[in-house]
């Protein structure tokens, strides 16, 4: 669609009503756009691929698709762009120390499905952020995926292979998803302090992610903390 005010918000009412497994709402805008803790996602329209996706199963197994879906965004942007980017916990993409996209999940257990929405910057990204086709060598911005030449770069392109992807890694176990993901983070082993939605802090060394995707960390005092919810903020000076 060209304009709505949040993908998430579409794809969720028409969860709830019975849409099927798989379905994907791709906009060219948002006027609502939502990051985590009730951030803005900011995007030019029609630059930068802004899409959700719907996932039924188990509550017990809702964790893994946020994970599918960032592994499957970065190994596409890899393919399409040569860009390789790392992933920051919980679910950012990055290139060094520059945003390229970010994921929201809203889940409902009792219904049993998830939806995972997605950012990626493909042609625009705000001050401070990155974008594929900065960060691509000798790319262009295609607004269609019916760009002329191999070296263009298209959202419909990107969310392609991104669908791709997550049809090679639905099918894997937890054991196999957790491998990958553990060596896509770039968030472990570096000092971190994470914010807490109560307003508390926890300072200390990102030591590992659980099967779950929670973040293990060890504070200065030597005390292990299981984080669920948090916002990571990486102290490379410290």
């Known amino acids: 669609m060209s304009e709505t005010g949040s993908t998430n918000d579409d794809l969720y009412e028409r969860a709830a009503a019975g849409a099927p497994e798989r379905s994907v709402v791709v906009a060219d805008f948002q006027t609502a756009g939502k990051g985590r803790l009730d951030r803005t996602w900011e995007a030019v329209r029609g ?5 959700s996706l719907l996932f039924r199963d188990d509550s017990s197994r809702m964790h893994r698709y946020p994970r599918i879906v960032g592994l499957a965004a970065r190994a596409a942007c890899v393919e399409l762009a040569g860009v390789r980017p790392e992933m920051k916990w919980p679910n950012d993409l990055v290139v060094g120390t520059r945003k390229l996209g970010g994921l929201l999940a809203v889940a409902s257990p009792r219904d049993g499905f998830v939806v995972v929405g997605i950012g990626v910057n493909v042609g625009w990204s705000p001050s401070g952020a990155t974008n594929l086709v900065a960060e691509a060598a000798n790319a262009s911005f295609s607004p269609t995926s019916e760009a002329p030449g191999a070296e263009s770069i298209a959202p ?3 969310l392609s292979a991104m669908l791709t992807e997550i049809d090679r890694r ?12 553990r060596s896509a983070l770039a968030t472990l082993g570096l000092p971190v302090r994470v914010e807490l939605r109560e307003g508390a802090t ?12 929670r973040l ?8 292990r903390h299981v984080v669920e919810v948090g916002d990571v903020i990486h102290l490379r000076g410290r």
């Open 47 to 51: 630059t930068n691929l802004l899409c």
């Open 156 to 158: 419909l392109s990107l």
């Open 202 to 213: 926890i300072t200390g060394i990102a030591e590992d992610i659980d099967e779950e995707s």
């Open 216 to 223: 293990v960390v060890r504070d200065d005092q030597g005390k």
């Open 170 to 181: 639905h099918p894997l176990v937890e054991s196999q998803l957790h491998a990958e993901h």
